[in-house]
Antibody, heavy 125, light 107 residues
Framework: EVQLVESGGGLVQPGGSLRLSCAAS????????MDWVRQAPGKGLEWISR??????????EYAASVKGRFTLSRDDSENSLYLQMNSLKTEDTAVYYC????????????????WGKGTTVTVSS | DIQMTQSPSSLSASVGDRVTITCRAS??????LAWFQQQPGKAPKPLIY???SLQSGVPSKFSGSGSGTYFTLTISSLQPEDFGTYYC?????????FGGGTKVEIK
């Protein structure tokens, strides 16, 4: 079964740091681009970052709202994706979802076909 | 950034009704448009990709159409399990962007 499981969420003070993990199973993780999407309480969905695969040098993309504060990495040997979040703000409070991009490549745009259940991050003093 | 605008923001319909949700992009996105359903407390579930292709396992009562800047999602016969919020999303440029959502309630 194709599955993504996020972990690492919790309560953190403004200015603090947190590292989220996404464990993948049931597919060849190294072949895929991977995304993080978040959802603030009662709000809509916001894409925040993308990791390309090894064939595309693991390059990354970020939304302006997190660029310079969040860093995306992956360990294909562990089938895991990581989101290092620094300088956290109250507006980063959200459920964070990990998602797989199907059909994504250097020449094609793909869509998020598999999602984890999410992990909750609360930034509050 | 490409802005995605959905309408209506909410609707209430009866079981068996045909429901249509629209999504407009601020600039052309070709057919790089997906639709998701999200129920309370759950992750988004993909319904449609490439504007009109049905995700595997999704019932055929869901259909999508459009290209460029105008898209629609139609539920041919609304059922009680179809409640939730529906989002469109473009994937033709960064940042990837979602519409604001359409909340569907069953009368």
């Amino acid at each position: 079964e194709v599955q993504l499981v996020e972990s690492g969420g919790g309560l953190v003070q403004p200015g603090g740091s947190l590292r989220l993990s996404c464990a993948a199973s049931g597919f060849t993780f190294s072949d895929y681009y991977m995304d993080w999407v978040r959802q603030a309480p009662g709000k809509g969905l916001e894409w925040i970052s993308r990791s390309r695969n090894k064939a595309n040098s693991y390059t990354t993309e970020y939304a302006a709202s997190v660029k310079g504060r969040f860093t995306l990495s992956r360990d294909d040997s562990e089938n895991s994706l990581y989101l290092q979040m620094n300088s956290l703000k109250t507006e980063d409070t959200a459920v964070y979802y990990c998602a797989r991009c199907l059909y994504c490549s250097s020449s094609t745009w793909g869509y998020m076909d598999v999602w984890g259940k999410g992990t909750t991050v609360t930034v509050s003093s | 950034d490409i802005q995605m605008t959905q309408s209506p923001s909410s609707l209430s319909a009866s079981v068996g009704d045909r429901v249509t949700i629209t999504c407009r992009a601020s600039q052309g996105v070709s057919s790089h448009l997906a639709w998701f359903q999200q129920q309370p407390g759950k992750a988004p579930k993909p319904l449609i990709y490439a504007a009109s292709s049905l995700q595997s396992g999704v019932p055929s009562k869901f259909s999508g159409s459009g290209s460029g800047t105008y898209f629609t999602l139609t539920i041919s016969s609304l059922q009680p399990e179809d409640f939730g919020t529906y989002y469109c999303q473009q994937y033709t440029g960064y940042p990837l962007t979602f519409g604001g959502g359409t909340k569907v309630e069953i009368k």
